[in-house]
C-alpha cells in the first residue's frame, strides 16, 4: 500500500508539475527570461518533490509542494482575459449587433481588401439585414494541414443575394502566432469576426493558399434565425466580457455545437467535433447536409478553392463560388 501511494502521489507531483511549468511559460511576466526561470524553477520543485516523496521526508514534501500548488492556482485562476490589448488589425474590433424589429443592424462588420497576408485595406462597416429575407445557412470548412485540421465558417445568406458570414477565431496580438498548446493556457483571447465572404472566405483560398469546401445546411428557417441571433448574443457578450479562446472547448467547432444544442436539442457526440477537418462528417451523419448525394459527392461539388481564385474580387464573388453546388430541394425545411 506505501508502494502504491508513493507511486501514485509521484505520478500526481509529475503531472502537476508539467502542467504548472507550462502554464508559467505561457503566462509568467517578464518576457522570455522570466518565462523560462518561472518554469524551470516550478520543475525542478517538482523534481526536488518527487525526490523527497521516495527520500524522505515524503510528508513534508507532499505537504510543501500542495502549498506551493494551490499558490499556483490561485494565480492562475487570476488571469483575466481582457478586450484591451494591442490587437492584430484584422481582430482589431469586436462587432456588436441590434435588433430593431425584423432589421438586424451589426456595428464591425469586417470587409478587408487582402493583397497578400501583410498587404490590405483595412475596413470595419456598418450593415443592416432584413430577417425576413434570411433564407440558408452554409458551411465553410477551410483546409491547410491533412484532413483533420481546418477551420469552420458559417454563412447565412439572404434572398437579396448578401451572405453574412462568422468565423470564431484566436483574438492575436501584434506579431502573435497562433499555438495549439498555448491554446489550452489561456495564450489568446475568443474572437468572433462577422464579415463579408468576399474578405474571409477569399483571404483563406486567395491569399493563404488553403484548400475550401462549402456544404448547405439542411435546418429549419426558424433555427437557422434562431443561430443568427445566437451569433449576435456571443458578439454582445464578448464586447462586454471577454473569454479566452480553447483549443478544445472554446473553438471553431465547439462553440457552434453549444449553440445548436441549445437550439434543436440534445445533439450526440463525437471526436469530428473536436477534429473541424472532420465535422463535415458528423453534420451529415446527424442529417445536417443534402441526402441525396453522399458525402463525398457533396465535398467534391463543394470544393469551392478553384472558384474563389477565379472570381477574385467581382462583386458577385458569394455566387459564383456557389456555381455547381446543388441547391437543397425545395421541399427542404430550411429552402
Not at 73 to 82: I, T
Not at 158 to 183: H, K, P
Not at 249 to 261: A, D, E, F, G, R
Request: aromatic share 12%; with cysteine; glycine share 8%.
Amino acid at each position: 500500500m506505501r508502494l502504491t501511494a508513493l507511486v501514485l502521489a509521484s505520478l500526481v507531483t509529475v503531472s502537476f508539475g508539467a502542467w504548472g511549468a507550462i502554464a508559467l511559460w505561457f503566462q509568467a511576466p517578464g518576457g522570455s527570461a522570466g518565462r523560462w526561470a518561472a518554469a524551470l524553477a516550478w520543475g525542478l520543485l517538482a523534481a526536488v518533490a518527487v525526490a523527497c516523496l521516495w527520500r524522505g521526508p515524503a510528508l513534508w514534501a507532499a505537504a510543501g509542494f500542495a502549498l506551493l500548488g494551490a499558490a499556483l492556482l490561485w494565480w492562475w485562476h487570476g488571469l483575466e482575459p481582457s478586450n484591451s490589448r494591442a490587437w492584430a488589425d484584422d481582430v482589431a474590433r469586436t462587432a456588436s449587433g441590434e435588433v430593431q424589429g425584423d432589421t438586424l443592424v451589426l456595428d464591425g462588420v469586417r470587409n478587408f481588401d487582402w493583397r497578400t497576408n501583410e498587404d490590405y485595406t483595412a475596413r470595419w462597416e456598418r450593415h443592416s439585414y432584413d430577417l425576413r429575407e434570411l433564407r440558408s445557412l452554409d458551411m465553410i470548412t477551410s483546409y491547410w494541414e491533412g484532413p483533420a485540421i481546418a477551420h469552420v465558417l458559417f454563412s447565412f445568406g439572404f434572398t437579396d443575394g448578401r451572405y453574412l458570414c462568422f468565423s470564431v477565431e484566436i483574438r492575436r496580438e501584434r506579431g502573435e502566432q497562433f499555438n495549439e498548446i498555448g491554446g489550452f493556457f489561456k495564450e489568446f483571447e475568443l474572437s468572433i469576426i462577422a464579415a463579408e465572404e468576399r474578405d474571409i472566405i477569399r483571404v483563406r483560398t486567395n491569399v493563404r493558399g488553403e484548400d475550401d469546401y462549402l456544404y448547405h445546411v439542411r435546418l429549419p428557417l426558424a433555427d437557422i434565425r434562431a443561430l443568427l441571433l445566437a451569433y449576435v448574443r456571443q458578439l454582445n457578450e464578448l464586447a462586454h466580457a471577454p473569454r479566452f479562446y480553447n483549443t478544445i472547448s472554446v473553438n471553431c467547432t465547439t462553440l457552434i455545437y453549444h449553440m445548436m444544442q441549445h437550439i434543436v436539442g440534445r445533439l450526440p457526440f463525437s471526436y469530428q467535433v473536436l477534429l473541424p477537418g472532420y465535422l463535415p462528417e458528423y453534420v451529415y451523419r446527424v442529417g445536417g447536409l443534402d441526402q441525396r448525394y453522399p458525402l463525398a459527392e457533396l465535398r467534391r461539388l463543394g470544393r469551392i478553392t478553384e472558384r474563389a481564385r477565379a472570381a477574385d474580387r467581382s462583386a458577385g464573388f458569394s455566387q459564383d463560388i456557389r456555381a455547381g453546388i446543388p441547391p437543397l430541394p425545395p421541399e427542404d425545411p430550411a429552402h
